[in-house]
């Protein structure tokens, strides 16, 4: 079966503060793909990462850095130093290449709150 | 801005009634997505059209339908509607068939049943 889980429904942080969100994902193929969307307040959701199956290797942007464990099928995202502008709820997602078409499975989001 | 574009934001209207609402993806992206978000169900993919065929289906009610059209604009068809259709509906688009590739969300069209 196929499924994503987010089991931080919320998290609030103080401004300044690293925070990492936790992403679990569970599937039969050996290749997929794994994304990471936000989505601000104002309701758009925008895309912050790809990954496929084969590329273990962490990625960083900027303040941002990701963690695949194939092992662990898990996809942390870590925002370093946070600011008040990532407020928001961060959604992470799997696509199966075994899929007719671009279905992505969604968790459920965490929202982060960024206090000042 | 991501270049896809959903009309209308907002609508509000009463159960039995029927909505439709329009997408106009990105220029050059073939493939379209509705997917619908609400507080209990999430985030919910649709379906997908590439190039105005239908490539993949997920939980939409049959009451629901959708169609791509020859300039690639999508439009989601909403009957019948009950109190528990009350969501949030996106449409996305992308260049390919979206195996591996991102996806292009618009801002949504807030759908309220009355």
């Known amino acids: 079966a196929q499924k994503v889980t987010q089991a931080q429904t919320e998290i609030s942080v103080v401004e300044k503060e690293d925070v990492t969100l936790d992403c679990v994902y569970e599937?039969?193929?050996?290749?997929?793909?794994l994304f990471w969307y936000k989505q601000p307040p104002s309701g758009e959701l925008v895309f912050l990462i790809r990954?496929?199956?084969?590329?273990?290797q962490n990625e960083i942007s900027g303040r941002y850095s990701w963690n695949f464990q194939k092992s662990t099928s898990s996809f942390n995202f870590t925002i370093t130093a946070s600011q008040v502008v990532d407020s928001a709820v961060y959604f992470c997602?799997?696509?199966?290449?075994?899929?007719?078409?671009?279905?992505?499975?969604f968790g459920q989001g965490t929202e982060l709150s960024v206090k000042p | 801005d991501s270049g896809v574009t959903q009309t209308p934001k907002h609508l509000i209207t009463a159960t039995g009634q029927r909505v439709t609402l329009r997408c106009s993806p990105r220029?050059?992206?073939?493939?379209v997505y509705w997917y619908q978000q609400s507080l209990d169900q999430g985030l919910q993919f649709l379906i997908q059209?590439?190039?105005?065929?239908?490539?993949a289906k997920g939980n939409i009610l049959e009451r629901f339908s959708a169609q791509q059209f020859p300039d690639l604009h999508s439009e989601l068809n909403l009957s019948s509607l009950e109190l528990g259709d009350s969501a949030l509906y996106f449409c996305?688009?992308?260049?390919?068939?979206?195996?591996?590739?991102?996806?292009?969300f618009g801002e949504g069209s807030r759908l309220t049943v009355l």
């Open positions: 997602a799997l696509s199966e290449a075994r899929n007719q078409g671009g279905k992505l499975i």
């Open positions: 220029s050059g992206d073939l493939s």
């Open positions: 990954r496929n199956s084969f590329d273990e």
């Open positions: 059209y590439y190039n105005g065929e239908e490539r």
């Open positions: 996305a688009s992308s260049v390919g068939q979206g195996r591996d590739g991102e996806l292009f």
């Open positions: 599937t039969r193929d050996t290749t997929y793909y």
